[in-house]
C-alpha cells in the first residue's frame, strides 16, 4: 500500500524553528515535494527533491528559510523550517511522485505528484 506519513507539525514562536519528515512505504518514487494549504488560500509548494539524484527546488518565498533533504536508506524527507512567520500557518502536505504518475507540470505543482499525505498543521504564533 502506498502511503506517506507526515510529522513534526506544531506550535512554534515566529521567528522560531521546525523539522517535518515525511516517512513513505510500500512504493517506489521518483521524488517528493512539500506543500503547504493557509486557511482561505490554495494550496501552493514549497519544495521538493529528487530521490536519485537529490536536487532540490524551493519556491521564492521559501528560499533561504526552507531546507528539504531526504535519507533514502529510512525513505523519509524532511522539511527544516526556519525564521518561521505567522504567514507560514497552514496544514502542511508531503506528495511523491509514483512510478504510476502519468502527469508532470513543474517540481512544485501539486498535479505533479500522485501520493499524498493526510497533512501536519503548523501554527506560527505568539
Known amino acids: 500500500q502506498l502511503q506517506l506519513v507526515e510529522s513534526g507539525g506544531g506550535l512554534v514562536q515566529p521567528g522560531g524553528s521546525l523539522r517535518l519528515s515525511c516517512a513513505a512505504s510500500?512504493?517506489?518514487?521518483?521524488?517528493v515535494g512539500w506543500f503547504r494549504q493557509a486557511p482561505g488560500r490554495e494550496r501552493e509548494g514549497l519544495a521538493s527533491?529528487?530521490?536519485?539524484?537529490?536536487?532540490?527546488y524551493y519556491a521564492e518565498f521559501v528560499q533561504g528559510r526552507f531546507t528539504i533533504s531526504r535519507d533514502n536508506a529510512e525513505n523519509t524527507v524532511d522539511l527544516q523550517m526556519s525564521e518561521l512567520k505567522p504567514e507560514d500557518t497552514g496544514i502542511y502536505y508531503c506528495?511523491?511522485?509514483?512510478?504510476?504518475?502519468?502527469?508532470?507540470?513543474?517540481?512544485?505543482?501539486?498535479?505533479?505528484?500522485?501520493?499524498w499525505g493526510r497533512g501536519t498543521q503548523v501554527t506560527v504564533s505568539s
Open positions: 506528495a511523491a511522485r509514483s512510478p504510476y504518475s502519468s502527469s508532470f507540470y513543474g517540481y512544485l505543482a501539486d498535479g505533479s505528484y500522485d501520493v
Open positions: 527533491i529528487d530521490r536519485n539524484e537529490g536536487r532540490t
Open positions: 510500500g512504493f517506489n518514487y521518483f521524488g
